[in-house]
């Protein structure tokens, strides 16, 4: 009995652990799904967590509560906003949760124009091919973020 709730306690030390790193939740249509990949692969690499459907979502899962799981455990957000995304009510569903905590959203623009996705359409997107800068202000907002770098 001790050795499984030791194995219990290091589980949930772990769990507590990675929602201690600065997260940020990634929005996006399935059809998108490797563009989002990639972004999260980008984040990452920046010492960030992502919170990504594909990773953190498991057969059987209730899937509107673990969005809004994600959505209260994050510090920002961002939407990658596509032609497909238009007609994800997923998405929709995503933006109004961000919205309701005023979480900082970034619209990631993939082939539309900002005004394209009624519910962000007063929030100053980021093109898709200018990511890195994106990437850049992210950066800076994490704890310690680039003076890490300089030092």
Request: charged share 30%; hydrophobic share 40%.
């Amino acid at each position: 009995m001790p050795k499984s709730s030791q194995r219990h306690k290091s589980t949930r030390r772990g769990k507590k652990e990675k929602l201690g790193l600065y997260t940020v939740f990634l929005s996006h249509s399935s059809s998108d799904a490797w563009i989002a990949k990639t972004m999260a692969e980008k984040i990452e690499a920046l010492g960030a967590s992502c919170w990504l459907d594909e990773k953190d979502l498991e057969g059987g899962n209730i899937v509107a509560d673990d969005i809004i799981k994600g959505i209260d455990a994050c510090n920002e957000a961002i939407v990658l906003v596509s032609p497909n995304t238009i007609k994800s009510q997923w998405v929709s569903f995503e933006v109004g949760g961000l919205r309701v905590q005023r979480k900082r959203i970034t619209p990631i623009l993939n082939n539309v124009l900002p005004s394209e996705l009624a519910p962000m359409h007063d929030i100053k997107g980021v093109d898709l091919n200018r990511f890195d800068q994106f990437l850049a202000q992210l950066a800076r907002r994490l704890p310690g973020g680039l003076r890490k770098r300089k030092e």
